[in-house]
């Protein structure tokens, strides 16, 4: 071009008197002051001013120094304004003054960028510069942020305090500051991790440290996470969960008035809820309270045992209200464990942990096993005579029956006492079908088949003799009379085995055994009968001299009393002889019949036991105002033969199946051998580790095992 | 078959009377020489009648030999004889016993037993021996079992010497205890693994989960309430 000066050329200095009349009216703008706005012609002008400054052939390119006062335009605007403004103020307003200034510069940045845009274009990109805007931006930084922060942090945590205890705060100021902290890590979280959140967390674990009591009353968080940057919600999750829940957590739970145990001793199932839901949220969390949760209720069950010991009173258990008292309490957790823990298997798992425990307890001699078939029992016999004790009632109280069971180790124990039971109350009293068939159902469907076979083939007997009475009747029908006279066909095997004896009947009642084993014979093919005398009753007439009086007595005790019809006197020998009984059951009956409450018979000499040198005479003076006499024979009390039969049946069941597993698996180590066992029969009952090593060295013996020469600690099946 | 291989077969087929005087027929002799020795001494104590040797007559062969008639070297004759019934010997376990030991006279036969306990002392034929001796004891056909008295005195004899306390603390146990009358081989066997196996008396390696006889858990239980 020409030398010499261009009036075009735009000077340095011309150039930027320009620019600072065109900054000084932006700053009045974005101060507030009263400037009317830049018109596009103004605008274009700033825009033209830096462009012509640029492209000028050096040494009039000014673009090095324009660059250059931008950034001081930044920094005088920082350092002499901005900065004592914010300086100047005190909490919230600094708070506020920080947030107007940090939008001034950004508007200014914005503007200011657009003025200087010429030098985005080439130079800055040439000389891999900061960008303007990147230089508008670390000004603030550099001048005003660094600065400030400190005390704007201070002012911050002291807020959120602020609103923790309760008060109201300006959450948007909050959210705005908390963003600058953010936005001045341009492009990193870390100014605001350092400059703010660190210490925010530090200050919170101290903050919930110490209200940790407080805050299980007042139940939710918090929400602090409302104004803070997301990447703080899950740290500060965390640290609440740490600080309130997992440290404290024992202490939470064992707390006098407000820890897990109390909550339950005083049933707040409300804050039990509550405490679920925290807990839960918490890795492994919950598994203390499920173990508070557990022993409470063991606790209680063990309460209950004991108190039924305590009160037995001569050896004999009130087992109705025990029982009782259990299902109500499995009730009551049961709801427990499906409200407030929803349903969580691990307090599932907790319930029937506490109950296996208290549930296999023995009570004043009396195994868990036999007091609830002792229970059911009664159930049944009462239930014919209390109306109020309907069905529906009885039925739910066979559920939980049922579910007791499940927790009882000795199953098969109690199946054999039921069994028992079951036989007496079919045999002697009233007995109602459809409960016994209902339990039997239920039972069947718990525990299978197997469990319930032999019960239910009882119970069918029951059916099958009346038919057979019926078809027994017609029978003598016009054959030669014979005393009236009912039996009742159990087939062995489903019924409990009872001794038998070679009891010499009286004759008349020899003519209704015959005539009914003719009946039976005509009936069936290949079948023995077994008669059971001990467990028959007889109807007498006692022709006593004030008055007839009919006597209901067992048939061993008829069979005595008639010996009396042909002789007035009989001493004990004879009798043994006559009537051909051991002379255990002659004892019981001569007994009952002349020692008791009522004397039908005179002793000799009148003591208080039976020996065998005692005479016996026929009381024609016995009277009483009755006219109808039930004379019970005691029953052999038989809990310890009960006991022995299930050893014996557990030994059985040991052996088959220790040669079931030896069967399948060929060889197999000592200690695989007995839990296999244990597991498989787990489902009736718990064997003794003991008793499974006797049944394995007895197979030894019988050579169904042997020992690994190689190694002893293991079996080989014996094929 | 190429005539000429067949040819020095046929030819040994002929016996050389000129250079072997009968060699089979010598041999016969001498082996036979031998049984006499053995057959003569086998004479000596069995019984006429039954043609067996019975406890009578071993009693006299103990007295011959020197040794106790309860004496454990006996019973190891009898296991190298592979004796089947205790207390009689038969001739054709005696001679197995003498062939097997070189030897036909009462002098060589004492002689020969030290080597005879050492044999039977080495550890493979110790369990064998052992196992024997249990056996041998069984009286009748299908007997599995040993009565207690027999045991304790049969434990002495076999394992006194090597074993000597635990056998002393075993006894004993087995005197005082009721739930036992009588022993079975894996018992048996159980306690001569007990014996090498287990550092006696501390017992510290004994664990009462692995397949230790049930006999042998309550020995364990009632040694450890005595040491207690």
């Known amino acids: 071009m020409s030398s010499g000066q261009n009036p075009n050329i735009v000077t340095m200095e011309k150039g930027f008197d320009l620019i600072d009349a065109a900054v000084i009216k932006l700053k009045r703008i974005l101060e507030g002051k009263p400037e009317p706005d830049f018109v596009p012609g103004e605008y274009i002008g700033n825009y033209t001013t830096v462009y012509n400054m640029c492209i000028q052939k050096p040494p009039h390119d000014w673009s090095q120094q324009l660059y250059e006062k931008y950034g001081s335009i930044f920094k005088d605007y920082a350092t002499h304004t901005v900065l004592p403004?914010?300086?100047?103020?005190?909490?919230?307003?600094?708070?506020?003054?920080?947030?107007?200034?940090?939008?001034?510069?950004?508007?200014?940045?914005?503007?200011?960028?657009?003025?200087?845009?010429?030098?985005?274009?080439?130079?800055?990109?040439?000389?891999?510069?900061?960008?303007?805007?990147?230089?508008?931006?670390?000004?603030?930084?550099?001048?005003?942020?660094?600065?400030?922060?400190?005390?704007?942090?201070?002012?911050?945590?002291?807020?959120?305090?602020?609103?923790?205890?309760?008060?109201?705060?300006?959450?948007?100021?909050?959210?705005?500051?908390?963003?600058?902290?953010?936005?001045?890590?341009?492009?990193?979280?870390?100014?605001?991790?350092?400059?703010?959140?660190?210490?925010?967390?530090?200050?919170?674990?101290s903050y919930y440290s110490r209200r940790s009591s407080r805050w299980i009353q007042e139940d939710s968080c918090p929400e602090v996470a409302h104004y803070l940057h997301s990447d703080t919600e899950p740290k500060l999750v965390d640290i609440m969960q740490t600080h309130l829940l997992v440290l404290v957590a024992k202490q939470l739970l064992e707390k006098e008035n407000s820890g897990c145990s109390a909550l339950l001793r005083d049933d707040k199932t409300d804050d039990l809820s509550r405490m679920y839901r925290l807990y839960h949220a918490i890795p492994k969390g919950l598994e203390p309270v499920a173990e508070a949760f557990r022993l409470h209720v063991t606790a209680e069950g063990n309460a209950l045992i004991k108190q039924a010991e305590d009160a037995a009173t001569s050896?004999?258990?009130?087992?109705?209200?025990?029982?009782?008292?259990?299902?109500?309490?499995?009730?009551?957790?049961?709801?427990?464990?499906?409200?407030?823990?929803?349903?969580?298997?691990?307090?599932?798992?907790?319930?029937?942990?506490?109950?296996?425990?208290?549930?296999?307890?023995?009570?004043?001699?009396?195994?868990?096993?036999?007091?609830?078939?002792?229970?059911?029992?009664?159930?049944?016999?009462?239930?014919g005579n209390d109306k109020s004790n309907d069905d529906s009632t009885i039925e739910a109280t066979i559920d939980s029956v049922v579910k007791l069971l499940d927790y009882i180790s000795d199953k098969d124990l109690f199946a054999?006492?039921?069994?028992?039971?079951?036989?007496?109350?079919?045999?002697?009293?009233?007995?109602?079908?459809?409960?016994?068939?209902?339990?039997?159902?239920k039972l069947k469907g718990q525990f299978g088949g197997q469990f319930t076979s032999k019960m239910e083939g009882m119970v069918t007997d029951m059916q099958l003799a009346k038919d057979h009475q019926t078809g027994f009747e017609e029978y003598i029908n016009g054959k030669p009379k014979v005393v009236d006279f009912t039996v009742t066909v159990l087939t062995t095997g489903f019924w409990p085995s009872y001794k038998t004896s070679d009891l010499n009947l009286p004759v008349e009642m020899v003519n209704c055994i015959e005539s009914f084993k003719a009946y039976y014979a005509i009936k069936t093919n290949h079948r023995r009968l077994m008669w059971i005398y001990s467990l028959g009753t007889c109807n007498l007439n006692g022709r006593f001299d004030s008055k007839p009086i009919e006597l209901i007595v067992s048939t061993y005790q008829a069979a005595v009393l008639c010996a009396f019809n042909n002789t007035e006197r009989l001493t004990y020998q004879e009798l043994l002889e006559q009537v051909n009984l051991n002379h255990e059951d002659l004892v019981r009956v001569l007994h009952s019949l002349s020692c008791a409450k009522y004397k039908f018979l005179n002793k000799q000499p009148a003591s208080k036991t039976i020996s065998k040198t005692d005479s016996f005479e026929f009381n024609s003076k016995f009277t009483d105002?009755?006219?109808?006499?039930?004379?019970?024979?005691?029953?052999?009390?038989?809990?310890?033969?009960?006991?022995?039969?299930?050893?014996?049946?557990?030994?059985?069941?040991?052996?088959a199946s220790l040669v079931r597993i030896m069967k399948s698996r060929k060889v197999l180590p000592h200690q695989q051998l007995v839990s296999e066992c244990v597991e498989q029969l787990s489902r009736m009952f718990k064997p003794d580790i003991k008793m499974i090593k006797k049944r394995i060295e007895d197979l030894i013996t019988r050579d169904y095992l042997e020992r690994d020469t190689e190694n002893p600690n293991t079996f080989k099946y014996v094929a | 078959?190429?005539?000429?291989?067949?040819?020095?077969?046929?030819?040994?087929?002929?016996?050389?009377?000129?250079?072997?005087?009968v060699p089979s027929a010598s041999s016969k002799k001498k082996s036979s020489k031998e049984m006499d020795g053995t057959d003569q001494l086998f004479n000596k104590?069995?019984?006429?009648?039954?043609?067996?040797?019975?406890?009578?007559?071993?009693?006299?062969?103990?007295?011959?030999?020197?040794?106790?008639?309860?004496?454990?070297?006996?019973?190891?004759?009898?296991?190298?004889?592979?004796?089947?019934?205790?207390?009689?010997?038969?001739?054709?376990?005696?001679?197995?016993?003498?062939?097997?030991?070189?030897?036909?006279?009462?002098?060589?036969?004492?002689?020969?037993?030290?080597?005879?306990?050492?044999?039977?002392?080495?550890?493979?034929n110790f369990a064998d021996f052992y196992a024997y001796a249990f056996k041998y004891c069984l009286t009748e056909e299908k007997q599995k079992f040993l009565d207690i008295e027999t045991i304790c005195q049969l434990l002495d004899m076999v394992l006194g010497s090597t074993f000597r306390a635990q056998v002393d603390y075993f006894v004993d146990y087995l005197k005082v205890q009721k739930d036992y009358k009588v022993i079975n081989m894996?018992?048996?066997?159980?306690?001569?693994?007990?014996?090498?196996?287990?550092?006696?008396?501390?017992?510290?390696?004994?664990?009462?989960?692995?397949?230790?006889?049930s006999i042998l858990d309550e020995f364990f239980e009632w040694l450890r309430e005595k040491q207690a």
Not at chain 1, 345 to 361: D, I, R
Not at chain 1, 372 to 381: E, K
Request: with cysteine; charged share 30%.
């Open chain 1, 85 to 205: 403004s914010i300086m100047e103020k005190h909490d919230e307003y600094m708070l506020r003054e920080l947030s107007r200034r940090w939008d001034i510069n950004k508007i200014m940045v914005r503007w200011l960028s657009r003025f200087f845009f010429y030098l985005d274009r080439y130079f800055t990109v040439r000389r891999s510069f900061p960008s303007l805007t990147q230089v508008g931006m670390t000004s603030f930084r550099d001048h005003v942020y660094n600065n400030v922060h400190f005390n704007v942090k201070q002012v911050i945590i002291a807020l959120i305090h602020k609103e923790r205890e309760g008060q109201q705060i300006d959450r948007a100021l909050l959210k705005n500051v908390l963003d600058i902290f953010v936005e001045n890590g341009i492009g990193s979280m870390k100014r605001y991790e350092d400059d703010f959140e660190d210490f925010f967390l530090q200050e919170s674990a």
């Open chain 2, 186 to 213: 894996d018992q048996w066997m159980g306690f001569y693994r007990f014996c090498n196996e287990i550092s006696f008396p501390d017992m510290t390696n004994y664990n009462l989960e692995n397949a230790w006889p």
């Open chain 2, 1 to 21: 078959m190429p005539p000429s291989a067949s040819k020095p077969s046929k030819k040994r087929s002929k016996p050389d009377s000129a250079t072997d005087p």
């Open chain 1, 625 to 655: 105002k009755m006219r109808r006499i039930k004379v019970p024979l005691p029953p052999v009390d038989d809990r310890k033969k009960v006991v022995e039969d299930v050893d014996k049946d557990r030994r059985y069941a040991i052996d």
């Open chain 2, 45 to 124: 104590y069995a019984n006429t009648s039954s043609g067996v040797i019975d406890p009578e007559g071993i009693e006299k062969l103990c007295s011959s030999l020197k040794v106790p008639h309860t004496d454990i070297r006996i019973l190891m004759l009898a296991w190298r004889m592979k004796a089947e019934k205790q207390g009689y010997f038969t001739k054709a376990e005696w001679r197995t016993a003498l062939k097997a030991l070189k030897v036909d006279t009462i002098p060589k036969l004492k002689k020969a037993l030290p080597e005879l306990e050492k044999e039977v002392r080495k550890p493979l």
């Open chain 1, 315 to 383: 050896g004999s258990v009130e087992e109705q209200v025990l029982v009782r008292k259990i299902i109500d309490l499995h009730d009551k957790y049961m709801v427990y464990v499906m409200d407030c823990f929803q349903n969580h298997t691990l307090f599932h798992k907790a319930l029937k942990e506490a109950f296996e425990v208290f549930c296999n307890k023995k009570v004043a001699g009396s195994s868990s096993a036999e007091l609830l078939a002792t229970f059911c029992d009664n159930l049944f016999r009462k239930a």
């Open chain 1, 416 to 441: 054999e006492f039921y069994r028992k039971k079951q036989a007496r109350r079919l045999l002697f009293g009233k007995f109602n079908d459809d409960h016994e068939r209902s339990i039997l159902t």
